[in-house]
């Protein structure tokens, strides 16, 4: 599992401030219970508390109930009220100036403390499964936001996020590097999103394959991430590198949304596709994998007697067993998906399975041109 640990204590700052309640028309089967009676310890409080609430009520298989009732304990109505104070917006044409303005602040610091708390639970209790209930559960949140702010168009929604955040930041490296973190979870919700929408709208018998696929990629996702935040790239002493590899990550959603997008081409559309790349042979996986695992800077860090940045043997070899045993399972899904499609179909879904581990290997420019696996 990806075991993202990148504090919370900025959105707490900023975003995780306020949740709100409220319906949907897209998802009006949920029943959202805001679970406000479990009695927490007195001695615990803040982020404490909310870790008891989270680790009392949810374990795995979570349903979007569940978050959506997590995100509700976490209410702070009284802070709120200021900025719903109707009456007052009526009488004075100033407040009411004000009090717009205010509004759509309040309304995305609820939407984002709702988002990022449930996204935090799925991270760490969740798995490829309760990923899917989580965007279940942001799609109740996005209605309920545009409800509150019903000017901004579906696409829009979800920037509102980073757009208070950045209102109210002040630039430092740890502010930054929170941002990246928000703006890349939000681009994982797409992508997990699309997944959503793509196993719904996949043919009944190729369901299964297509669950099974989906699994994997996301082990695979969450193995890639582990050795570039423990292993690859600038070590712990780099202010950096939070957003450095948030930034890579968030381009890596963005590529699968539109790998998705061609695969949804060929399989509901019979569209074919060229491979595009060449095909990656054993040996330069093996090369991939054996240069991804030296920290850069490592001759910096011994000059400069910084041996303890450098990662152990023992975690180097953990993380790249799990990214090889992870891969293999991601192509054994892929290759039966493929196989049970028509011979045509079959063989353009094997090429872009080509063209999507070639784009794997290989450090990774800082952005990712999209358009580098535009359709």
């Known amino acids: 599992m990806m075991k993202r640990k990148t504090t919370l204590a900025i959105v707490s700052a900023i975003v995780l401030l306020t949740a709100c ?33 989270e680790d009392a009520l949810i374990q795995s298989p979570i349903s979007a109930s569940d978050l959506l009732g997590l995100a509700e304990v976490h209410a702070l109505e009284e802070w709120a009220a200021k900025y719903n104070d109707f009456e007052r917006a009526k009488e004075s044409p100033a407040y009411a100036s004000e009090y717009l303005a205010n509004h759509r602040d309040s309304a995305a610091m609820r939407l984002g403390n709702r988002f990022m708390r449930m996204a935090n639970v799925v991270y760490r209790n969740g ?29 829009s929604t979800l920037n509102e996020i ?13 502010e930054m590097n929170m941002m990246c973190y928000v703006s890349a979870t939000i681009e994982y919700y797409r992508t997990i999103e699309a997944y959503r929408q ?53 381009n890596l959603s963005m590529n699968r949304r539109a790998e998705l997008e061609l695969e949804r081409d060929i399989v509901l559309k019979g569209k ?26 490592i001759d910096f860090l011994k000059e400069s007697e910084m041996e303890d940045y450098i990662p152990s043997d023992s975690l180097t070899t953990e993380r790249v067993d799990a990214l090889k045993s992870t891969f293999t399972r991601w192509i054994a899904a892929r290759q039966a998906f493929a196989a049970a499609l028509p011979e045509e179909q079959g063989k353009s879904y094997d090429n872009l399975t080509a063209d999507i581990h070639s784009r794997f290997i290989g450090k990774l420019p800082l952005i990712i041109p999209y358009e580098r696996i535009g359709r």
């Open 21 to 53: 309640g409220g319906g949907s028309k897209r998802y009006a089967d949920i029943a959202i219970d805001p679970r406000d009676t479990l009695v927490v310890p007195e001695e615990l409080t803040g982020e404490d508390s909310i870790a008891y609430i």
């Open 127 to 155: 798995n490829a499964k309760d990923k899917l209930q989580w965007a279940i559960a942001v799609g109740v949140a996005l209605d309920t936001f545009r409800v509150a702010v019903p000017s901004l168009s579906p696409d």
């Open 162 to 174: 980073l757009r208070v955040m950045e209102k109210f930041s002040s630039d430092t490296q740890g």
């Open 198 to 250: 793509w196993l719904d709208a996949v043919p009944e018998d190729l369901k299964a394959a297509a669950q099974e696929e989906y699994e994997a990629w996301d082990e695979l996702n969450e193995a890639r991430f582990n050795l570039w935040r423990d292993v690859s790239y600038r070590q712990e002493w780099y202010s950096m590198k939070p957003m450095e590899i948030e930034s890579y990550y968030e």
């Open 272 to 297: 074919l596709y060229r491979q595009k790349g060449k095909t990656v042979t054993a040996a330069q996986w093996e090369k991939w994998i054996v240069d991804s695992s030296v920290p850069e800077d």
